[in-house]
């Protein structure tokens, strides 16, 4: 298994500004993704981050909007840009541990509300 | 896009058993059928998978059919608790990049 925890729970930001999400799993494992869930609706994947290479990023999202960091096997960032009212939404952290389970754990996730 | 058809809610009384179907028509040979769900301001739970032999674990038994074509995750004794959007998931083996469709919300009534 891996517990995730993810930072902050919640924010409130302004426009224009940006947002760091932090993604931290108590184990090494493989692959890391992000997730947005808008109000609502179901999880869509904003990426995948690899250790050591570049994000790999779903249609309708771009680095320069989303950047990802993924330093080392146990810690991951997602940043949103220059926030506008329709970024608002839950953004979750998911893992796949190392130990072959073929499962993914999940953060409790960051709700972001943009004025 | 997601490959699997779910119906969008169900109910179930307390203590009863919930059957959640699944359509996946179009499902590979190599493709596994994952069950996760996700209860209200958490983040998803994985519940259950299986590629073709019927699956049991403590919290829920799949049952895919020989085609394969579509599936039912069992809730033997549903609960309170377990209220919440349920999602199934067609996956190749060895790569976990889960593609969310809309899934079934479940509620559970005393």
């Known amino acids: 298994s891996a517990v995730i925890s993810q930072k902050p729970s919640r924010d409130i930001c302004q426009r224009g500004t940006s947002l760091t999400i932090q993604c931290q799993v108590d184990?090494?494992?493989?692959?890391m993704f992000w997730y947005r869930q808008q109000p609502g609706q179901s999880l869509t994947l904003i990426a995948t981050?690899?250790?050591?290479?570049?994000?790999?990023?779903e249609s309708g999202f771009v680095i320069d909007k989303f950047p990802i960091s993924r330093p080392n096997l146990t810690f991951s960032t997602l940043t949103v840009s220059n926030l506008s009212p329709e970024d608002s939404s839950i953004y979750l952290c998911?893992?796949?541990?190392?130990?072959?389970?073929?499962?993914?754990?999940f953060g409790s996730g960051t709700q972001l509300s943009v004025l | 896009d997601a490959k699997t058809t779910q119906p969008p809610s169900m109910d179930c009384a307390e203590g009863r058993a919930a059957n959640l179907p699944c359509n996946h028509s179009?499902?590979?040979?190599?493709?596994?059928v994952y069950w996760y769900r996700q209860i209200h301001s958490q983040g998803p739970q994985y519940i259950i998978h299986?590629?073709?032999n019927n699956e049991t674990n403590e919290m829920a038994s799949l049952i895919i059919t020989e085609d394969r074509k579509s599936s039912t995750l069992i809730l033997p004794h549903a609960t309170l608790r377990d209220t919440a959007v349920y999602y199934c998931i067609v996956l190749s083996g060895g790569y976990n990049k889960l593609i969310f469709g809309a899934g079934t919300r479940l509620a559970v009534h005393p």
């Open positions: 981050a690899n250790q050591g290479s570049e994000a790999t990023y």
């Open positions: 179009t499902i590979s040979g190599n493709e596994y």
């Open positions: 184990s090494q494992v493989t692959m």
């Open positions: 299986g590629l073709k």
């Open positions: 998911s893992v796949e541990p190392r130990d072959g389970s073929e499962k993914l754990f």
